[in-house]
């Protein structure tokens, strides 16, 4: 009996075309991924959206977070609750036919419902009328990740520069009029960047500075690169490693 390949729907959906994500400009540094372009990808993949896959709502609630202050006290000197703040909640059943079985995945989504916000320097509460959208939305994407959606911007892949550049050049390669001589162009600055890599790992000054060179880098040449050069890339890092680890050890 064969072994399913239980990574199938995985491999096909973890890779991200970069032209569809955004840099966060605020709070935590992440990479935003376009929604239209992951129903998209689960479109190439199923089939038309309510045919080879689409979603059932389970339930929608909101949730209370407590009292919302104001930041200027009354007449009396006493801070003063505005109102009562809440999250919306939406639960849903994401569903996809695959060798003529339908299967399901719940996902869950949350979108501040009413919130604080500011207004002429003071406190005030701010409604969200697009909250059952965004939710929607939000629950959506959370069941598609766990089919792989996009998995190596949330697996941190997209914080590895020359990961994101071979993405780039591949997607370059499709818009390309003369794509022969995009791949001509693009395998010319790849050797070129190669040679600089591999000088930077044979000459890395510590371990810790071989690791962070080495890493990022051995995707991209596993990618782009030749059998020989996954191979002589991955041996010069272990040589020089080798020739490192004695003298870090005596140093401690």
Request: aromatic fraction near 10%.
């Amino acid at each position: 009996m064969d072994t399913p390949d239980t990574l199938q729907i995985w491999s096909e959906l973890e890779t991200t075309d970069p032209r569809y994500t955004k840099k966060m400009t605020t709070g935590a540094k992440l990479t935003s991924i376009n929604g239209q372009y992951q129903v998209m990808r689960m479109t190439q993949l199923f089939g038309p959206c309510g045919k080879g896959w689409g979603y059932e709502l389970l339930s929608s609630e909101f949730i209370d977070t407590g009292d919302i202050l104001s930041n200027k006290p009354d007449g009396n000197g006493n801070i003063y609750s505005l109102g009562r703040g809440s999250v919306n909640t939406l639960r849903l059943k994401l569903w996809y036919i695959e060798g003529g079985e339908k299967y399901f995945i719940e996902g869950v989504g949350h979108t501040p419902f009413k919130y604080a916000g500011t207004y002429d320097g003071s406190r005030v509460i701010h409604v969200d009328m697009e909250y059952e959208k965004k939710s929607m939305t939000d629950a959506i994407t959370n069941a598609m990740a766990k089919l792989g959606m996009a998995a190596d911007v949330r697996m941190g892949m997209f914080d590895l520069p020359d990961y994101v550049r071979q993405l780039t050049d591949e997607a370059a390669i499709e818009d390309a009029v003369d794509k022969e001589a995009a791949v001509v162009e693009q395998r010319q600055e790849f050797l070129e960047w190669y040679e600089k890599a591999l000088g930077l790992v044979k000459t890395c000054a510590t371990i810790n500075e071989l690791e962070k060179i080495y890493k990022p880098a051995a995707i991209r040449v596993a990618r782009q690169g030749s059998k020989e050069q996954v191979t002589e890339f991955k041996n010069a890092k272990n040589f020089r490693f080798r020739e490192l680890a004695p003298k870090q050890g005596a140093q401690k």
